[in-house]
């Protein structure tokens, strides 16, 4: 059972434009989502998060967009750099797990320049 | 600062064999977690351990596979009879309690089952 989803396994953007990662979930315990950026060779790395009572979270050119009725967030960065290339993970938090976080598959973003 | 840390970073072994790993979190951080990552899939959560709480065992795939932590410090992984269906790469990640959830991960060690 995924519960959290992340249906594009691969997305290629041209330098400077926008790239938008997407995500769906299905249990609606959960209260709090975070995304992940791994490169190769290397554990994720985190990136931004949002609160289940926020809709939208700006850091620079990271913005995360939560619509909980949907059960749908996305990440946005604008504008993408090619350093931006790397596998995107969306994880979300249960309101009674503690910390534990559970992962989509991730999405492989290439900027390409 | 130090990051965490994983040991080792490549692992090979043979069919049968019992492997171990090793995690030294970010010193401070209370929660330590397990995850694995078989190729082309996403983390799978295995195991979380939180100060001196019983541990949440709840993601281990079979009795083959165990954990422990010494306090707040290093944990270790242990696979026993390892199966070529255990070759996946093996994270660890650790975190702050009490309202922080971002998880700061190692850089994995990638377990070969031949």
């Known amino acids: 059972d995924q519960q959290v989803k992340q249906n594009s396994p691969s997305l290629s953007v041209q330098e400077g434009r926008i790239s938008i990662l997407n995500c769906d979930y299905t249990?609606?315990?959960?209260?709090?989502f975070l995304w992940y950026k791994k490169y190769p060779a290397e554990g994720p790395t985190f990136l931004i998060s949002?609160?289940?009572?926020?809709d939208k979270n700006e850091d620079g050119r990271f913005t995360v967009f939560l619509n909980k009725s949907a059960k749908h967030l996305s990440l946005h960065i604008v504008p993408s750099q090619p350093g931006d290339s790397a596998v995107y993970f969306c994880?979300?938090?249960?309101?009674?797990?503690?910390?534990?976080?559970?992962f989509g598959e991730g999405t492989q973003l290439t900027v390409n320049p | 600062g130090a990051g965490v840390s994983q040991s080792p970073s490549n692992k090979v072994t043979e069919k049968g064999k019992d492997v171990e790993l090793r995690c030294d979190p970010i010193s401070g951080h209370t929660a330590l977690y397990w995850y694995r990552q078989r190729l082309g899939q996403g983390l799978e959560f295995l195991i979380y351990?939180?100060?001196?709480?019983?541990?949440?065992k709840s993601g281990l795939p079979s009795d083959r596979f165990s954990a422990e932590r010494t306090g707040e410090s290093v944990s270790t992984l242990t696979i026993q009879r390892t199966q070529q269906e255990d070759s996946a790469v093996y994270l660890c990640?650790?975190?702050?309690?009490?309202?922080?959830?971002?998880?700061?991960f190692g850089p994995g060690t990638r377990l070969t089952v031949t």
């Open positions: 994880a979300a938090k249960e309101e009674t797990s503690g910390s534990r976080l559970t």
């Open positions: 949002i609160s289940s009572i926020k």
């Open positions: 249990n609606s315990m959960f209260d709090y």
């Open positions: 990640a650790s975190s702050f309690t009490g309202g922080w959830y971002e998880q700061y």
């Open positions: 351990f939180q100060g001196n709480s019983a541990p949440d």
